[in-house]
């Protein structure tokens, strides 16, 4: 049974048996709060917990190393409209340490793609098309410098209103604990 049928075959019994009703919210969160964490298995269950977040408190979007790689990208596209239209007010962007986003390398992710059968044909055209894939793939080399760079590409977007506040923090994904590391005293 693949992952699909089996995940399908959980959502008949989840649904038929109602237990979805503990998780009934609407689509506004309950705090005003978005959050931009890293896409990390660790944090499934762990952020909410160590936030004190429970379903329904907050607009949740995960990406690769919680980076914003682009100012017009789905990232920022998910936080404005949180913000213009999902009645968010505050934001907090959540790093982790032990990230794989730790000095990942365009290069090798490059030769991963040629590996698994994308042709060099594929990668010069996306180059010649003006992509720099190596900026686009890159990622760091501290986790909290990267958390302070993502605050400020949020905090200085030219469509991010300057009364939202914009909080950086990083996680430890053993045990929770969280650290500080952009505070924005703007309420």
């Known amino acids: 049974m693949s992952q699909l049928e089996k995940i399908l075959a959980h959502n008949q019994e989840f649904v038929e048996s109602r237990k979805y009703e503990p998780f009934v919210a609407n689509k506004y969160p309950d705090r005003k709060l978005a959050i931009v964490s890293c896409m990390d298995t660790r944090m499934t269950t762990l952020l909410p917990a160590a936030l004190g977040l429970q379903n329904g408190d907050a607009k949740m979007v995960k990406c690769a190393g919680a980076l914003i790689t682009h100012p017009f990208g ?7 409209v949180s913000v213009f239209d999902l009645q968010v007010e505050e934001i907090i962007v959540v ?3 032990d990230c794989g986003m730790r000095g990942f390398d365009a290069d090798s992710f490059l030769q ?3 590996a698994a059968g994308i042709p060099q044909e594929r990668i010069d055209m996306l180059t010649s098309a003006g992509i720099n894939l190596r900026e686009w793939l890159k990622g760091f080399d501290d986790v909290e410098d990267s958390i302070r760079h993502t605050v400020k590409s949020i905090r200085q977007h030219p469509l991010m209103p300057a009364h939202i506040p914009v909080h950086g923090l990083v996680i ?3 045990t929770g604990k969280l650290t500080l590391i952009e505070q924005d005293g703007k309420k």
């Open 95 to 97: 790093g982790h340490y």
């Open 74 to 80: 789905a990232v920022m596209r998910s936080l404005l």
């Open 112 to 114: 991963k793609a040629h």
């Open 172 to 174: 430890e994904p053993k």
